[in-house]
């Protein structure tokens, strides 16, 4: 997405920087509300038209172009989230958030492509537990106003009271909205497992995985171990949770076997080690994982190319 401006635009307007600026803060916001970068593109987009569709009066009559600003992208996304449901019901299979891959990977060329600079707009998405996919997996069961309350409250730190004149609630039902999603997302939550542990384990299942060794793969998994993947319909991927360790240690191997010359990278995915699997250089999975006592209890396996975009666009090899 190209910088926001339209014909007509005076660069020299002293308060164009101040709005543009607002652009990053606005991914992140929306990123978080609706886990799907496209559509976080798209809702802040649709927020910067409405501003440049105003009369220079009108916006000069605006206190806080930013508050402006956040508050209609918000109601884009709170709109996107009603819809959003209706949507899954046609999806076919599961459905996960989009997976973002670390941007100091980009810039440093680790992950391949030798780029100086990560390409936009994904670059804008900053990485904390907030964007984890464990966490985003829980904001997907929300209602869209408990999940609006949440993040603009104790992500974003806004007050109850601004939360409200952006929801169209009262600060106090904002508040037992906020409750609501975090006791959600404490009944999910696992421990936090340090970085450098999660690590150490993903890449002996990456080892694991790539010697077809299937008792290393059940020991690195939790016996009671999902793994879920979203191919959209676009591409081959098992429609229902894969459960037990044994039963997703053999959908595996039988992945490996089909396709030969397969090869698996270490990456960021969301803030957290993970996987990505390439064929024939082309990215075709991004794996993310939760952990509980050492051991993989979750692996979400994103295939559908429609969210693999960031990692296939920035030459992620």
């Given amino acids: 997405m190209s910088t926001p401006s339209e014909p007509g635009q005076d660069r020299s ?23 799907s970068l496209a559509e976080a593109e798209d809702a802040v987009q649709e927020a910067y038209v409405r501003w440049y569709a105003m009369s220079r009066q009108r916006q000069e009559a605006i206190e806080s172009p930013g508050a402006w600003l956040t508050t209609v992208a918000t109601r884009i996304c709170l709109d996107l989230l009603g819809s959003a449901r209706v949507r899954r019901e046609r999806y076919v299979g599961a459905w996960i958030p989009e997976p973002l ?4 990977e980009w810039i440093s060329g680790s992950a391949g492509g030798g780029r100086a600079e990560p ?3 994904a670059d804008w998405v900053t990485m904390d537990e907030s964007v984890n996919m464990a966490f985003l997996v829980v904001l997907d069961s929300m209602t869209p106003a408990e999940r609006v309350a949440f993040i603009l409250h ?22 037992q909205l906020a409750s609501s999603a975090r006791r959600r997302i404490r009944a999910a939550q696992a421990p936090a497992v340090p970085a450098a542990e999660q690590a150490g384990v993903v890449r002996h299942f990456k080892e694991a995985w790539e010697a077809r060794d299937i008792e290393a ?6 016996p009671d171990a999902t793994m879920t993947a979203d191919g959209g319909g676009m591409v081959g991927a098992v429609l229902r ?11 595996l191997i039988h992945i490996a076997d089909k396709a030969p010359g397969l090869t698996l ?21 991004v794996a993310a994982f939760s952990l509980t006592g050492g051991r993989i209890t979750r692996i979400w396996a994103v295939r559908n190319p429609e969210k693999l975009r960031p990692w296939t666009e920035n030459g992620q090899s």
Wanted: charged share 25%; net charge positive; aromatic share 6%.
């Fill in 265 to 285: 990278l270490e990456r960021t995915v969301n803030g957290r080690p993970g996987l990505v699997a390439q064929h024939a250089g082309v990215t075709a999975t």
């Fill in 217 to 222: 793969l059940v020991g690195l998994l939790d």
């Fill in 13 to 35: 307007d002293p308060g164009l920087s101040v709005i543009v600026g607002e652009r990053r803060r606005l991914i992140n916001l929306a990123y978080r509300l609706l886990g």
């Fill in 101 to 104: 891959p670390d941007r100091t």
């Fill in 241 to 251: 949770p894969v459960r037990g360790s044994e039963r997703i240690a053999q959908y």
């Fill in 119 to 121: 390409a936009d707009p």
């Fill in 154 to 175: 104790d992500v974003f730190r806004y007050p109850f009271s601004e939360v409200a004149g952006i929801v169209g609630r009262s600060p106090a039902a904002c508040r």
